[in-house]
């Protein structure tokens, strides 16, 4: 069965360093999102992408954040300078219709030192 | 007000015994849609079940079923005869408003499920 693939599974980063996560999305999906989760508390929405621009983003999403489809099958989250509260589970997801389930990765743990 | 309101932080079932695990929603939208996910210790979440709001059956998906109760505003996941491997955190969510590339899931706290053996 088709999978969403995420890497790294886990990424050790500087505070104050960029990161990438990168996401391959089941290939034909068409939406794609990207959610965080906190140690020990609920997901959260991030951001959502369809056609190649931002559908929509949560209030997390600020400047330091932005996404990205670069070659048509990679879609990639950036955070410009990380911070100590970046540290969390990042999940991607894609769904192919609009009225199919998201499917997620196994996300990628970030730890900011 | 939260969207998803999952008020079970952990639950046990003995092995091959029913669980219920309770989700409430909040919205005022007429469309939407409700989803349980499951997240094993290895961190993945995996989709189990979906259930829009102008369905006129509760979903099923083999062992999972959604008891929907739209006055209630209540979606609660039966897994029933349970298994070891169900032992999981269990999170619902809820996708709000008609169908748009932007629907994203709102998620409850989660429920820890335990299966005794």
């Known amino acids: 069965e088709p999978e969403v693939t995420q890497t790294p599974s886990h990424q050790v980063t500087q505070m104050g360093q960029e990161v990438i996560l990168r996401c391959v999305p089941i290939s034909n999906h068409l939406y794609f999102y990207w959610y965080r989760q906190i140690l020990g508390q609920k997901v959260e929405f991030l951001v959502s992408f369809y056609n190649n621009e931002i559908s929509e983003k949560s209030e997390i999403f600020d400047d330091q954040f932005s996404v990205e489809r670069p070659d048509g099958s990679n879609f990639t989250l950036k955070i410009r300078s990380t911070k100590l509260e970046d540290s969390a589970m990042y999940f991607c997801a894609s769904k192919g219709q609009l009225n199919q389930p998201q499917h997620f990765g196994d996300g990628t743990r970030l730890s900011i030192l | 007000a939260q969207k998803i309101t999952q008020t079970q932080p952990g639950m046990f079932v003995q092995e091959k015994e029913a669980v219920t695990l309770d989700c409430t929603y909040d919205?005022?939208?007429?469309?939407?849609?409700l989803f349980w996910y499951k997240q094993p210790s290895s961190g993945e979440m995996i989709f189990l079940i979906y259930?829009?709001?102008?369905?006129?059956q509760n979903a099923t998906e083999g062992r999972y079923s959604l008891n929907f109760q739209k006055a209630r505003k209540s979606a609660n996941l039966v897994i029933s005869a349970s298994q070891l491997g169900d032992s999981a955190m269990y999170f619902c969510?809820?996708?709000?408003?008609?169908?748009?590339?932007?629907?994203?899931?709102?998620f409850g706290t989660g429920t820890r499920l335990t299966v005794i053996p």
């Open positions: 919205t005022s939208d007429p469309s939407y849609g």
């Open positions: 969510a809820m996708r709000e408003g008609r169908l748009t590339g932007a629907n994203n899931l709102f």
């Open positions: 259930q829009g709001s102008y369905d006129q």
